[in-house]
């Protein structure tokens, strides 16, 4: 299956990244490649296996609504890239 | 306006009140305290953190589903919705897609012809919360991840409602009931009740719905409101002039009053749903659903039908009694106990609803504070000191405003105030006559026929002795007075 390079751009923009002309091309064919292999898996017939998001045969695995410490805030701040005011810091996605 | 026809969908989100989040173990108790205090690996979302369901939360759901007349489903699965934004750490939500738990029910609110109308719920479904973001100015975000796996609802109306005010009060009913259950606290100002609507015009002519607008950030009844209006009448404007309405998010203003567009760009919707596979489906039996029906108390519309058939109270009274559970279960408890004393249900309602809720209105509380502020047995205490004729009315209104700001009982604070009826006509003679000598006009007018005026020495009676003179014997002593002096 051939991407567009619209696809490419529609991706990138999804998950906030920021490609160069090349790497768009380069992503393009990779991604086109990857889906072509994949598409493999269209020459198998399921028409007998019934749609399948679990393979553990678990069901309503609960547990009761008790409460544990919280993580240390200091210490998982201290190993964040950036923070303020006892908050994780970002760049900001939108500047709105 | 007339010849448009107005659709409103909604969709209600609500917090769970359970004690731990949604898909871990970390305090929900976080409102008012430091920012990064209820964190786990799973909230922030750490590679190789495993959720697990929170029980509660579930029941607390199929509880919702079946106070708002939904089927609660024996198979529902969790969805992951993807997509990139700083307040969800993992980059996507845990959230229900096409089986959610709860499906197909209704709620009767007043329609704007004043008769019942019932509003159509599409679905309930489960999710987590996410954190929260404060942008600055310098172009940074600092993110708190206290509400982030939050156990949250959403609960999606059918495009039922026909109004902005039908819409206000659909979003009133709902929270209503969400707290009367106990599910949720209410609290819009903190975010845990949060409300978009799904709104469109069509000329009355058109059978095919408008397009639909997304209006975000309204953050209470009032706000709904006014920017549904708006917006209705700007949609109409723009086909008046003859364009066409853009399917588009758009943001409440509360301070200009105005609805504005949401950069489409940036909010670009493919969230790819899948089944969520780190949980397994929830799969119930016939029996754990109608456990959660047994948990379901009686709710505010029957409870108020029961009111006005066992009680003979007015729509309004009841309408009134049961807008909150605390104070129903006060007004039934007060009942109960007032048989005793010969209190009428009426007598209950009137001390509630007059003496009890203009204090608590005067204070700014909630009515939940009632029955701590003014305890069932306080209430009786002063309806039996008035009803044996120990107190007055009017000083019966002052003990009760007594006891509700100190918490003292009734009798305590009558016999510490010395405060007990006065009817003896020896001491209310004697007051009588120093009435009579002190008002000689209304002696007068009264002596020339003009029987009323002795209300006003009798009230002079009241204010002498702090309305605790009784009137009536006040009144039998006057005349008395008058009639030998004649």
Redo the contacts between chains.
């Keep these: 299956m051939e991407l567009t390079l619209n696809e490419v751009e529609h991706m990138t923009r999804l998950a906030r990244m920021r490609l160069s002309a090349d790497e768009m091309e380069r992503m393009r064919e990779q991604l086109s490649a990857i889906l072509d292999y994949i598409a493999l898996l269209n020459e198998v017939d399921v028409s007998d296996v019934p749609p399948t998001a679990q393979v553990t045969g678990l069901s309503s695995v609960m547990r009761e609504d008790t409460v544990l410490p919280s993580l240390p805030r200091n210490e998982v701040l201290a190993q964040s890239p950036d923070h303020a005011e006892g908050m994780f810091r970002v760049k900001a996605v939108f500047d709105d | 306006m007339s010849d448009y026809l107005t659709t409103i969908g909604l969709e209600v989100h609500a917090q769970v009140r359970?004690?731990?989040k949604m898909f871990d173990?970390?305090?929900t108790d976080y409102a008012g305290g430091?920012?990064?205090?209820?964190?786990?690996?799973v909230s922030?979302g750490l590679p190789g953190a495993l959720p697990?369901?929170?029980?509660?939360?579930?029941e607390l759901a199929a509880l919702t589903g079946l106070a708002i007349n939904c089927t609660v489903q024996l198979h529902s699965?969790f969805a992951r919705k993807?997509?990139?934004?700083?307040d969800l750490p993992k980059g996507y939500q845990i959230s229900q897609y096409d089986q959610p738990i709860c499906t197909d029910g209704w709620i009767t609110i007043e329609g704007d012809d004043g008769q019942p109308r019932r509003i159509g719920i599409e679905r309930l479904h489960i999710e987590e919360d996410t954190g929260r973001l404060?942008?600055?100015p310098d172009?940074?975000?600092?993110?708190?991840?206290n509400r982030s796996g939050m156990p949250l609802m959403e609960i999606v109306s059918k495009p039922d409602i026909a109004s902005p005010e039908e819409a206000k009060r659909y979003f009133q009913k709902l929270r209503q009931i969400l707290m009367w259950i106990g599910v949720n606290s209410g609290n819009m100002e903190e975010g845990a009740l949060r409300c978009d609507a799904n709104v469109s015009v069509r000329p009355a002519s058109q059978q095919a719905f408008g397009t639909k607008v997304e209006i975000k950030n309204m953050n209470s009844f009032r706000a709904v409101e006014r920017a549904l209006v708006y917006e209705v009448e700007r949609q109409i404007d723009v086909l008046e002039s003859g364009g066409s309405i853009t399917q588009e998010t758009r943001g409440w203003n509360e301070a200009q009053g105005i609805t504005v567009g949401?950069?489409s760009?940036?909010f670009?919707h493919?969230y790819r749903y899948?089944?969520e596979?780190d949980?397994?489906?929830?799969?119930?039996e016939p029996a754990w659903v109608e456990a959660r029906q047994a948990e379901l108390p009686e709710l505010p519309d029957v409870r108020c039908a029961r009111f006005i058939a066992d009680y003979a109270l007015s729509q309004q009274d009841a309408d009134l009694l049961t807008t909150d559970r605390a104070v129903a279960d006060y007004f039934e408890t007060a009942v109960d106990a007032a048989r005793a004393i010969q209190g009428t249900p009426k007598d209950v309602a009137n001390w509630i609803l007059g003496e009890g809720f203009r204090l608590l209105n005067d204070s700014n509380e909630e009515s939940t504070n009632l029955g701590t502020r003014m305890p069932v047995a306080h209430l009786i205490n002063v309806m039996d000191l008035l009803a044996q004729g120990k107190i007055t009315r009017t000083v019966a209104k002052q003990v009760f405003e007594a006891s509700f700001q100190n918490g003292q009982p009734p009798d305590q604070i009558v016999a510490e105030q010395g405060l007990t009826q006065i009817s003896d006509t020896d001491a209310l003679a004697t007051l009588a006559r120093e009435v009579i000598a002190n008002n000689p006009k209304a002696v007068d007018e009264y002596r020339r026929g003009k029987k009323t005026a002795i209300q006003f020495l009798v009230g002079q009676i009241m204010k002498a002795t702090r309305g605790q003179a009784n009137p009536q014997t006040a009144r039998t002593v006057l005349e008395a007075e008058l009639d030998t002096d004649a």
Excluded: M, W
């Excluded at chain 2, 993807?82 to 700083?86: E, K």
């Excluded at chain 2, 949980?279 to 119930?284: G, S, T, W």
């Design positions: 359970t004690a731990s173990a970390c305090s430091a920012p990064n205090q209820c964190i786990s690996v922030l697990v369901i929170n029980q509660r939360a579930i699965v993807s997509y990139i934004y700083p404060v942008h600055y172009g940074t975000s600092l993110i708190d991840y949401q950069r760009k940036e670009a493919d899948f089944a596979p949980l397994p489906p929830l799969i119930f």
